[in-house]
Nanobody, 120 residues
Framework: QVQLVESGGGLVQTGGSLRLSCAASGSIFSINSMGWYRQAPGKQRELVAVMRGGDSTTYADSVKGRFTISGDNAKNTVSLQMNSLIPEDTAVYYC??????????????WGQGTQVTVSS
């Protein structure tokens, strides 16, 4: 099994910044993708940003130019730097890591979620 522990998040005013971090541990053989998703009240979970293959990144249009995802496969960590935050960014943010375990089984693990609230 692969476990994820998230940190960061909190309450910030419009225009402020926050940094989310996620650390993966357990039976990790490889990591294929590391990303962040978010879910606002009454809405479906959506992709925020994802890194695939160590260097390919994808961002939601709504966060391009404001958020930056970074990862360290050697340390099994992924971070999300969020700048110029707006109230529409308010949501629970989830870390997601996918890959293969040491017995070469595939895994798709989620963090526990961390609340980000942006006040106007």
């Amino acid at each position: 099994q692969v476990q994820l522990v998230e940190s960061g998040g909190g309450l910030v005013q419009t225009g402020g910044s926050l940094r989310l971090s996620c650390a993966a541990s357990g039976s990790i053989f490889s990591i294929n993708s590391m990303g962040w998703y978010r879910q606002a009240p009454g809405k479906q979970r959506e992709l925020v940003a994802v890194m695939r293959g160590g260097d390919s990144t994808t961002y939601a249009d709504s966060v391009k130019g404001r958020f930056t995802i970074s990862g360290d496969n050697a340390k099994n960590t992924v971070s999300l730097q969020m700048n110029s935050l707006i109230p529409e960014d308010t949501a629970v943010y989830y870390c997601n890591v996918q890959g293969r375990t040491k017995v070469l089984a595939s895994y798709c693990s989620w963090g526990q979620g961390t609340q980000v609230t942006v006040s106007s």
